[in-house]
């Protein structure tokens, strides 16, 4: 397959979910070009693995269209990666970690020695070189998040989709665990799609946040991230430009849950600074 | 039918901290179980001194104990061990090879799983003794006799074990696995079978000691040879002290296989935490 073919844009058109009568996602349109980071940022019960769910094939829309390029995504692409929120349940306990990184080349074929000297150079690229003989309830929750991400670059997709990855690890880990997947996206041009509640991870994270409001939820903002490539965890949120941002995204996000809604605001994690 | 332990990832724990403690705790545990036995054959003991019964119809135990140790020398005895063995082993093999695929294949898929339900309830519900006579009338009596009872006896435990453990794949993982586009067969290998394993040993274990307990049945109810038919002949011809020597070597076949299958189930899920090891 030509490299054309490979990074394409993936786009969404006119998307709408519901499951029974409950909409989740109504006329939702955005598109990521190839090579971007893009954040998706919206509360907890907004629809984002919903849309993530969407985006990755995994489930199908009530009606609108999800591409990949000139090709529909309705059902899971080899192009795409998806990394779960809940990391415990996506790895396999019963392999060791680096059968767990190997085992979607498994599927495709490839020989046992490539599919072990791969997931060696994808675990490396995470941070853990030596655990892949371990079990994964051998290592800690940011570990075994890495170990995640490993099996998605070693799935060799052009695209990672990954659904509030940095949740439930300790604050430290998270910071590390989000200048990993940054040197990644810059390393090897990646696109990668960050689906979170926390806004200022958005605005760290992504060159382009899209703000999910609403209910049904569609997208009430998409801005640009002019913070430039290179990011730092102490500087950059120190930036005023980065507080300009983020109290951007929050006011849109408050600003979309109050005004036909009644009901007190959508639970948001905004207690980082 | 017993609920199959669900393997479940928990967080580090400190593997084997455990420590001289346990080790303390379990010499007495052990100490326990063999006051337990002694306890027994003291019982067991006292009730033929007493003159209950006659020696004909329950012999003492040192009695037994002597004509077993004379049986283990004897060619006549490892043969009826091993035939009874062989008719247990060769079903019992038969039921994995034919109850675990077809578990797994109609436990992921519900509607071949509803669709089965009632027929297996039925029949796994069904006395396989009571068929003896139309399996005698079509089969003859044959040692494949022997076995074909075992495998209807054995194939249903195992068979709802494992639908139940390829049901038991939690989502999370068919979503990876989905996600990953993992092909079928491999899913199946990989994916769905180790995630039953916990559950397919279960119906492995149950299955192994009614193996056992069937093949005698069925020994003792025919003429085919095996611990079963020696139980009657030499009941019958008044060496009860012998017969109880037979029942007694049953008994240690059905907690040896008990005991391997835990063995191989140990080493099956060696990949689960530490906290799984009871
Ligand atoms: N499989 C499902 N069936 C029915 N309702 C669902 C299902 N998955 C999610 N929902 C509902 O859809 C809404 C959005 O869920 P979700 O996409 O998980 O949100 P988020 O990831 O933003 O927290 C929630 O109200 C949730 O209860
Ligand atoms: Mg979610």
Redesign the pocket.
Known sequence: MSDSDRLAPLSVTGLHKS?GH?A?LADLNLSVEPGSFVCIV?P???????LLRCLSGLLAPTSGSVRYGDRPVNQPLAEIAVVFQDYRGSLLPWMRVRDNVAFPLEGRGVSRSARRARADECLAAVGLPGVGDKYPWQLSGGMQQRVAIARGLAYDAAVLLMDEPFGSVDAQARFDLEDLVLRLRRDLGITVIVVTHDIDEAVYLGDRVIVLGGQPATVIDNLTVDLGQDRDQIHTRALPRFAELRTRVLTRIRGGAAAPDPAPPAQLDVSRT | MTTPVQAATTEVLEPAAAGSKTRGRRARVHAYQLLCVVLVLLLWGAVTVSGLFTASSLPSPASVATEWLHLLGAPVFWQAVWDTLRGALVGLLFAGAVGVPLGLVTGTYAAAELSSRILVDFLRSFPVIALLPVFLLVLGSTPEMKSTVVFIACVFPIFLQAQYGARSVPPMISETVRAYRIPRLLRYTKVVLPSATPSIMTGLRLAATTSILVAIGVEILTTLPGIGHEVTQHQQNGNSAVAFGYIFTAGLLGYGINRGSMLLESILLRWRPPAHTV
């Open positions: 499951y409950h989740v919206g907890s019960g907004a629809g984002k693995t919903t």
